[in-house]
């Protein structure tokens, strides 16, 4: 039986050393080929970094709702200001891993496993495109109900809907969002465009239910098999957790702002559905002694 266990550990460590040396390899490849395409790549410093990706941020909010301070902050803290390896050789900056659906290359770094599998990007902007449709799902569905520039609950709500462990991932965002003044970068919305937006998003939202699983979960090597492994000398951990929604696919993250402002074609039975309280629990709230409700009240959703 000894014998068996020690030929056992010897046959996973010769397997681990083939592994290895074929992702030094690729390695080396990848790694000339980025230097070649940017023999003057520079560290970024927090400034240049915003500066570089305030754009795309903006363009991606105007699309989706994401406030493009949200966005920029992730990608300052989760890429180290774009200079973790995982951002100069992948050109992912906000950890993205790869899924059965991948096509592109891999790369793999120690994250939450040995190896884990990260997407490759042919540019910084494909990153920041595939950051929006990565929260294009059920669990993240309710963010979209916030206004554009409402970042505060946008920090929060990513954290309760699971997307950080970190406890104090909201507050990271925050301050960075604070002392780099990113929410001068977040705009207003009218009623109607907001409406025009949501209808977009949760159009895309529900039609991709179906497929979340496969287009969200990990795997350990996507279909083009095409894997780089290098050091991340400035290790940024990516903040990612078991989706619990797959297993429990009736059930959404509860995300309740303390209060909502009434909106043209609201009802209260719709409010009530939207934020996961009865019809009498609003009512005894807010004092109200029918179901009327006009534009502009403001509506106490929590004791």
Known sequence: MNNRLLALALALVFFSACKTKKYSRNNK??????????????????LNYIEAF????????????????????QGIIESGSGNSSLAKYANNHFGIKCTSEWKGKAYYKDDDQANDC?????????????????????????LFELDKNDYKNWAYGLKQAGYATNPRYPDMLINVI????????????????????????????????????????PVEVPPSKQVLKTPDTLKISAPVVQDTSAARPDVAPIFKPTSYTVKQ???????????????????????????????????????
């Open 265 to 303: 074609g609201d009802t209260l039975y719709g409010i009530s559905k939207r934020f996961n309280i009865s019809i009498d629990e609003l009512k005894t709230l807010n004092n109200l002694t029918d179901t009327g409700i006009k534009i502009g009240q403001k509506l106490v959703l929590v004791k």
């Open 178 to 217: 604070d002392k780099y003044q990113l929410y001068q970068y977040d705009q207003p919305e009218s009623e109607r465009d907001k409406l025009k937006r949501e209808d977009k998003v949760f159009t895309e939202i529900n039609a991709n239910i179906p497929n979340e699983k496969k287009k969200f979960t």
């Open 29 to 46: 490849q990848i790694e000339k080929a980025a230097n070649k395409a940017n023999p003057d790549v520079k560290s970024y410093t927090t």
């Open 54 to 73: 305030k754009a795309v941020a903006v363009e991606e909010m105007n699309k989706y709702g994401i406030p493009a301070s949200i966005t920029l902050a």
């Open 118 to 142: 990260f997407r490759v990007y042919k540019d910084a902007r494909e990153s920041y495109k595939d950051h929006s449709e990565f929260l294009k799902r059920k669990r993240y569905s309710f």
